[in-house]
């Protein structure tokens, strides 16, 4: 029975089923997840929730496609066929994806609405490599023995993909596009606070007629999710979500020698050198801030700055702070709108009490007065915050910003490595040799010059514990891929 949304906004063709094995299956229970709205607190949605039985009849149908189907044998370019009708396919639903995005985590529709588009050239630019990426190389072989190796990439096998809250239809499609064009076969795992966004895509992909078993779709939460970690028959995990969850996964395929990707959580710093602006600065802080109300592993939480202009910092960024409009994500005057959900919103206001006892509270910390109902919180601001304190080492998730003193540039380097993670980060400055200097010094996988920057279609992931691999670019498909080196005799 399809679900359609109150306003016609979006259509779920088969919300009480699970797509395996190429067909939409019952589920083995009853069971079901109820996601609320995050702006409203209503009924958004209801789903199935898979269980571990469910999940092994897909890690099962997945096994079969690929060790005896033809995916896995086609050539690059007779799959890239399928990511090109992907890609216009999500054209096509972008606007329904946008409304997912807005319903699930509370993303402003005005952001959302193009997320779809945005994503389809992500889709385009894996097929486009099914004729450029180096699948066969040839070598001389050391050994003394003559010929040739030809090395060769193979699809690593069945792939289990689980995927966050927060981006849940992007991250999906970032770990689909590499993994299908690699030839594996995927078991895509949603998350229970964000199913629209993914039931969208499986419905799509369903459309095009992959091989059977190709591509497998459910939503669970943790206990079925670990299943999908332990299934002797999957080959590879690819994860996106917190570090404690990524050290499991982590511990789980050590047992059993399984490949894993993992994107963890962030706590990046964003250094504000002397010969740039603040007003400049605090402008673009705080336009990232409100950006999907900073529910961003990559966000730039810490801001760093020398100790002379930190007050002036300090002032800028809450003056643009206390101008942000909060509210309703379709509203056209709505600059940041709600947290995902109420277990969110309590994780955000504890770190906000833990801020108030070790740092000075300068703006926000608080519910917007005019907001009653929905996961709501105004944009927040510490300032004289110790570089080892809690809220400047831990990932807070939410719009809560730390501002740090550093004695010189070299001290702000230290301040910005002195954290367990390593994601992201930005270097404002108006020198870009100087930039590129600073750069090099932090230890994180992805540096913006005077903005925060983030892109899958060259490489995304992180140092320390951020992670574990790449995702994006051509490091991300080579994620899901085997050498294999075949040493071939010479002519006689």
Same mark, same amino acid.
């Given at each position: 029975?399809? %679900? ?27 069971? #079901? ?24 009849? =897909? ?34 639903? +972008? ?5 997912? %995005? ?39 072989? #050391? ?21 966050? %809250?927060?981006a849940a239809f992007v991250l999906a499609l970032v770990k689909l596009t590499p993994a299908l064009l690699a030839g594996c076969t995927v078991v ?53 979500? /917190? ?7 982590? /511990? ?35 336009? +990232?801030? =409100?950006?999907? #109300? ?6 730039? /939480? ?160 992180g140092f320390k514990q951020s992670g574990i691999g790449r995702e994006g670019g051509q490091d991300g498909l080579r994620s899901f891929l085997e ?10």
């Open positions: 029975m399809a %679900w359609k949304s109150a306003d016609g906004a979006y259509t779920i063709q088969h919300p009480d089923r699970f797509l395996i094995g190429g067909e939409w299956v019952a589920p083995s229970t009853d069971r #079901t997840i109820r996601h609320l709205n995050p702006a409203t607190e209503d009924l958004e949605i209801e789903v199935a929730e898979a269980v571990e039985a469910d999940i092994d009849r =897909a890690v099962a149908a997945a096994r079969d496609a690929f060790d005896s189907g033809p995916w896995p044998r086609m050539s690059p370019a007779e799959r890239a066929g399928y990511l090109r009708k992907l890609a216009d396919g999500i054209r096509r639903l +972008s606007p329904q994806l946008g409304h997912s %995005w807005t319903r699930e985590v509370g993303v402003l529709y005005a952001l959302s609405e193009h997320g779809g588009t945005a994503f389809a050239g992500y889709v385009d630019q894996h097929a486009g490599w099914a004729d450029t990426f180096p699948w066969e190389q040839t070598f001389p072989t #050391t050994d003394g023995l003559g010929g040739d190796a030809l090395v060769v990439q193979e699809p690593v096998g069945v792939v289990g993909a689980i995927i966050p %809250w927060n895509l795992k949603a998350s229970p606070e964000a199913p629209i966004g993914p039931y969208l895509i499986a419905d799509l992909i369903h459309s095009l007629g992959l091989p059977p078993g190709v591509f497998n779709f459910l939503t669970a939460d943790r206990e079925a999710s670990e299943r999908l970690v332990r299934n002797p028959d999957v080959d590879k995990i690819t994860f996106t979500g /917190s570090t404690a969850a990524g050290k499991r996964i982590a /511990s789980i395929c050590g047992e059993r020698i399984a490949r894993y990707t993992l994107e963890l959580g962030g706590k990046s710093a964003a250094l504000v050198l002397d010969d740039y602006d603040i007003e400049a600065a605090a402008t673009t802080l705080a336009n +990232s801030t =409100a950006y999907m #109300t900073n529910q961003v592993c990559a966000a730039l /939480s810490r801001v760093v700055v020398s100790d002379d202009r930190h007050d002036q910092m300090v002032d800028a960024l809450a003056r643009r702070f206390e101008a942000i409009k909060v509210g309703d994500p379709y509203a056209a005057d709505s600059q940041m709108g709600p947290l995902a959900m109420g277990r969110q919103l309590e994780r955000v206001q504890g770190y906000i009490e833990i801020g108030k006892k070790e740092a000075s509270l300068v703006t926000g910390g608080g519910r917007p007065a005019d907001l009653n109902r929905g996961y709501y919180v105004e944009p927040t601001l510490f300032a004289d915050v110790n570089p080892d304190s809690r809220i400047a080492q831990e990932e807070i998730f939410g719009p809560v910003v730390v501002v740090i003193r550093a004695k010189d540039q070299d001290d702000a380097i230290r301040i910005a490595n002195n954290s367990s993670y390593g994601l992201d980060g930005a270097v404002f400055t108006q020198d870009p040799k100087l930039a590129y200097r600073v750069a090099r010094q932090i230890r994180t996988g992805t540096i913006g010059h005077n903005l925060h920057r983030m892109d899958f279609g060259v490489s995304f992931g050498s294999k080196a075949i040493m071939l005799q010479p002519h006689a």
